[in-house]
T-cell receptor, first 112, second 116 residues
Framework: AQSVTQLGSHVSVSEGALVLLRCNYS??????LFWYVQYPNQGLQLLLK??????LVKGINGFEAEFKKSETSFHLTKPSAHMSDAAEYFC??????????FGTGTRLQVFP | EPEVTQTPSHQVTQMGQEVILRCVPI?????FYWYRQILGQKVEFLVS????????KSEIFDDQFSVERPDGSNFTLKIRSTKLEDSAMYFC??????????????FGPGTRLTVL
């Protein structure tokens, strides 16, 4: 069975600081990995995904994530946080069937 | 930009009542999904739907749940007799293809269901 674990339900950073949101996965088959973002009163929006090509994946809004098989991790980073990055972030895994399997989410707060 | 919409944004119901949650997927999409998130827990897959049939369903999706695409634009989730534990945020999603590697599921903003 597949699963993801997001460490830290809340992360707070100052504007301009590094953003690091952690995700570890478990999968018996080569996984496809995703990060979604949810802004208040909006749907989940795809930030980026890993589908077995390059291990460093670049997404929208300056975010990127690195697939590390040895660590079973897919952490999301952004070098410099903006106030507009405040949102809930979800990591998800798929074995390329219909369903996405999500983590519990991490709420990112950005302070001026 | 096309988007998935869901109504209502918040539904309050009494235990044992039937509820219907509505979704309008992106118009040219072919695959439809429902997920839910109980407060503080993971977003969980409920069901996928294609060509007027359920493609896959989770163990959560028991006989109390049903889905329908009644008119070619709406996609509904019905809970026949709600329980307290059905209180959650319900997300609808749609996609053009099934293959998650080369595809994107587009999500609606969710319906918060509260069962009293």
């Amino acid at each position: 069975a597949q699963s993801v674990t997001q460490l830290g339900s809340h992360v707070s950073v100052s504007e301009g600081a590094l953003v690091l949101l952690r995700c570890n996965y478990s999968s018996s088959v080569p996984p496809y990995l995703f990060w979604y973002v949810q802004y208040p009163n909006q749907g989940l929006q795809l930030l980026l995904k890993y589908t077995s090509a390059a291990t460093l994946v670049k997404g929208i809004n300056g975010f990127e994530a690195e697939f590390k098989k040895s660590e079973t991790s897919f952490h999301l980073t952004k070098p410099s946080a903006h106030m507009s990055d405040a949102a809930e972030y979800f990591c998800a895994v798929s074995d390329n069937t219909d369903k996405l399997i999500f983590g519990t989410g991490t709420r990112l707060q950005v302070f001026p | 930009e096309p988007e998935v919409t869901q109504t209502p944004s918040h539904q309050v119901t009494q235990m044992g009542q039937e509820v219907i949650l509505r979704c309008v997927p992106i118009s040219n999409h072919l695959y439809f999904y429902w997920y839910r998130q109980i407060l503080g827990q993971k977003v969980e897959f409920l069901v996928s739907f294609y060509n007027n049939e359920i493609s896959e369903k989770s163990e959560i999706f028991d006989d109390q749940f049903s889905v329908e695409r009644p008119d070619g634009s709406n996609f509904t989730l019905k809970i026949r007799s709600t329980k307290l534990e059905d209180s959650a945020m319900y997300f609808c999603a749609s996609s053009l293809r099934r293959d998650n590697a080369y595809n994107e599921q587009f999500f609606g903003p969710g319906t918060r269901l509260t069962v009293l």
